[in-house]
């Protein structure tokens, strides 16, 4: 796994999402910086009248270069909402807006 050069640590492939279908996020951000051991994908989608549904914590894979990876489900939805934490419950959440990609 490469090291991601992306704003905030961040690479969503593909970057629209597709419902019933994976995404791969990868993930070298905040938490990753900060030394975290284990890091946890937090996600779910939203419509127009509701934030998250479908939530899902997804742990990450560490890779020898210090990266993470996770294949996350993706569901019904306009967008899926994404954010991080680690086990020591640090959170890495775009300083309270969260990060999303729209389901299509």
Known sequence: MKHFNEPKGIHI???TAKPHHNI???YDGLLVQSGADEVYVHCGSSDRTTNWNNI???P???HSDGTFSADVY???GERLNICFHDNADNWDNNNWHNYSVPIR
Request: hydrophobic share 40%; net charge neutral.
């Open 24 to 26: 791969v996020v990868a």
């Open 74 to 76: 993706v569901p019904d």
């Open 13 to 15: 492939s593909p970057t």
């Open 56 to 58: 899902q914590d997804v």
């Open 60 to 62: 990450m894979r560490k």
